[in-house]
Structures are given as C-alpha cells and as structure tokens.
C-alpha cells in the first residue's frame, strides 16, 4: 500500500520589531496545516540577511520599525532577490503607505486586524504567485478613489496639524509611527486637495471639519 507524502510546507519569515505580537503570530501559525516559520526578525535589516540565509518561500513584514522601514527594506530585498514574494502586514490602512509599498514590490498588503482564516488565505494566494489587498485596505482605496471621505483617524490628524504639532508628534499622541502620522498627513492634503498644512486647516473650516 503507498503512503501519501505530505506537500512542502510554505517556509515564512516574520519580520516585526513588537517582540509579543510577532510570538502571537508564530504560535497561531504553528497550528497552521502546510506552514513553518522558519526565522524571526525585528528590522529591515535583519529582514534581508535572513532572507539570505534561509530563502523563504513568503516573508510578512512590518511597515514600521526602526532603521529602515519596511519600504526600504522592500527595495533591497527586491534588489538583491527580484522574486521575493512579501506579504505586509502593518497596522496603517492609508492608501498611500499601501502604494509605496505596492511599487516597491510588495504582493500583497493586509493589517494587523485581520482575521487568521484570511490571513492564512492571503499567504497561500502569495506564495500561489497571486497578488492580495485586505478587506479593510480594500476599503480605504475604494473610498480614496471616489473622492472619499475624511476617516475619524485623519480627522482626529487634521486637529493637531491645526496645532501646529510635527509629524513625530502628531504619531506620538495618537499612538503610530512617524511614517504612519506622515501617511494620515498625506492622505488629508489629498482628500482635501491641499498643497500644503495650512492650506488643510483652511479647507478644513471651509469643509466644516474643523470649528473656530
């Protein structure tokens, strides 16, 4: 009688500077028929070199992290391996972190909200060759697009650019990354059609969004 072979598991690099939410994701993916984590990082740069050692077949990788992020991180590691097939998975949902990370080279962008069961559907359909953006980024981009509307987030960025608070600052008290705060500030002067902050805080009165 033959035995059947079990199918190669998918190999996966995580790379995510938050110590216990990179465990989390490793213990769930454990328990994931046809998938080993095979290395664990915490930068961009250590991204690259374990992807020299162990050559995986898919590696989910942070936006946000120190050194270089991982848009960077994405340009030399597509440099160096032009068929490296990355999964983001990142916390930001702005439509312009998502592009950045696209023409980079990313296959696929989804965020920390999403579901285990989409997860592990959206690193097959990468290592299938495919391409994947999250239900949630999905979301963002369609709104975008159609002109679409300021999020709670993006107001809640428009009030401290009124304040005259930087980036850093702005990423600070709403608890983001400076890349991240940047992104919100980006996608307000897109959606209000600004060329610059102070042009925002006008539109923002002239909108309503904003109260003397």
């Known amino acids: 009688m033959s035995r059947s072979i079990a199918p190669t598991p998918i190999r996966l690099i995580l790379v995510d500077d938050h110590v216990v939410l990179r465990a989390g994701l490793a213990n769930v993916l454990s328990f ?125 960025t428009l009030g401290f650019v009124r304040q005259g608070f930087t980036n850093a600052e702005i990423g600070r008290l709403m608890g983001v990354s400076e890349n991240t705060a940047k992104a919100h500030v980006r996608a307000l002067l897109t959606k209000l059609q600004a060329a610059d902050r102070a042009e925002a805080v006008a539109r923002g009165f002239e909108r309503g969004l904003l109260k003397a």
């Open 32 to 156: 994931e028929p046809g998938m080993q984590v095979v290395a664990q990082g915490d930068s961009g740069e250590a991204a690259v070199e374990l992807w020299r050692k162990h050559r995986p077949d898919v590696m989910l990788l942070d936006l946000c992290m120190p050194g270089i992020d991982g848009v960077e991180t994405l340009q030399r590691l597509r440099q160096e391996f032009p068929t490296a097939r990355v999964l983001i998975l990142t916390s930001s949902e702005a439509p312009e972190e998502v592009r950045h990370a696209l023409a980079a080279g990313a296959c696929g962008f989804v965020t920390k909200t999403i579901h285990p069961a989409e997860l592990m559907a959206a690193i097959r359909q990468v290592h299938a060759g495919g391409n994947v953006i999250g239900q949630a980024v999905a979301a963002h981009l369609a709104m975008e697009q159609q002109g679409g509307s300021i999020s709670r987030r993006e107001l809640e």
